[in-house]
């Protein structure tokens, strides 16, 4: 619950703002922090290394293994922010923009201070103190938000997305380490070095591919097309984010460190990962159809006028998202297991996939890269799926009779909703409430006359939180 509140007002706040500066900035605004976002998010995943995670699972962590981690995280972050900079003239170059240079070189600030986090954000996420968590980052997001809008409207342009991104970053490792008891004492281990690298190494690898390929289309869209192009593509994909992060992130983020306390007992594993696979994909298959059948009303509301190109992303974006609860648990199996090694082998194959897929779709317009993006995106469960059955028995058939009904329910009531938005001449605001409840409405009602096991299971979860019931993953 902690946990959801902190995605949802993170994230809430984040994509709010956002909406108030795509007022203010124009598209080839936000193109430019996509990119400058796409370096930083690979030199972050350098500086972490898989370390963050490999101490989560790690069972009796102590002080000589955090102080490891750490000092360890301090040097790769160095090491980091050093390419960022002296990368910085060849990306500008690539894209012919002088612009980017300083842009990433000042956003590389954000790396160091991240050094600050990891642990820390391990630490309480391996105690499930998420409140903590929370307690830091919607402060953070606010007041960053808040300083965000006011240097748009003063005329800084994109200078005030960096700003957001520096004042987020640095306000919530400081409320982190308030928080946190934890603190570094002058000692470093090399046994611990080599435990969490071992791990974290693998993991680190299949991160950072990942993470340059989902920053792929921003860098390739904004190369082969146009900068403007690739923030709208931006803007649809944070949009997007909102609902993926809260109904997914939240949810994977706190059943890895609580399933990896069962790590070795596959009978109690297999159940908590069914429980999670059904829960996750019932809320999130819904939100992710509604979303891209409800596209153009909601930017109608909430963006001007020059952002309605931006419609057909957001909905190519959002089918192309629907599998990713059900990729994610498949991934974090392998995770608990601790067979980082089996899901680094898993994301080579996927990005070997992903390119060639790319390269094709980029001969026919932008509309078909996306397009190929929800074909990658079918494509990859079967690798993903694949060791879930080996290791703990969690078979395909399994997995299709849990999140299967809910695909299927979400995508008719999707499919009316859109239908609904074509033929009826309602003002925006109006289409937008009266469908979205509709569909909420309609969704849930089916799903409990179908006795859809999914639908209870999710309706036991909200009595657990609210106290009534209780309910365990594990």
Partial sequence: ???????????????????????????????????????????????ESGFRQALIRMKRAGQRDYNTAFFSNLGFGLASFAIVYFAAPPIAGFYDDHRLVNLIRVGGITILINTFYVVQSAILSKELDFKGLLVASVPASLVAGVAAVILAWTGFGVWALVGQVILHSMLTSLIVWRISRWRPTLTFSRQSFSELYTFGSRLFAARIIDTIFRNLYVVVIAKV????????????????????????????????????????????????????????????????????????????????????????????????????????????????????????????????????????????????????????????????????????????????????????LSGVVGVLAYAAVILIEWPALVELVVLGTLCAVLYIVLAYAFKMRAHSQVRGLVAGLAGKQDFRIV
């Fill in 1 to 47: 619950m902690w946990n959801f509140a902190d995605q949802l007002g993170k994230r809430g706040i984040n994509v709010f703002v956002t909406l108030l500066l795509a007022h203010i900035l124009v598209p080839e605004d936000f193109g430019l922090i996509a990119i400058m976002s796409a370096m930083i998010a690979v030199a972050n995943s350098l500086m």
């Fill in 225 to 408: 097309f146009a900068t403007g192009l690739a923030g709208f593509y931006f803007l649809a994909e944070k949009i997007k984010e909102l609902v993926v992060s809260q109904l997914v992130n939240s949810v994977i983020a706190v059943t890895y460190p609580a399933l990896s306390t069962v790590q070795d007992d596959n009978l109690m594993l297999k159940d908590g990962f069914r429980k999670v696979m059904r829960a996750t994909t019932f809320m999130h298959f819904p939100a992710m159809t509604f979303l891209a059948a409800l596209a153009e009303p909601l930017f109608d509301v909430m963006l001007p006028d020059n952002w309605l190109p931006a419609v057909p992303y957001m909905q190519l974006l959002c089918i192309a998202g629907l599998l990713v609860p059900v990729h994610s648990i498949n991934l974090n199996i392998l995770q608990v297991k601790g067979r980082s090694d089996l899901f680094l082998r898993l994301e080579i194959i996927k990005k070997i996939m992903l390119v060639i897929i790319l390269a094709i779709s980029l001969q026919f317009g932008i509309f078909v890269v996306l397009a190929g993006n929800i074909i990658a995106s079918i494509l990859a469960y079967i690798p993903n799926s694949y060791y879930s059955a080996k290791m703990i028995g969690y078979t395909r058939g399994e997995q299709f009779n849990d999140f299967m009904p809910a695909l299927v």
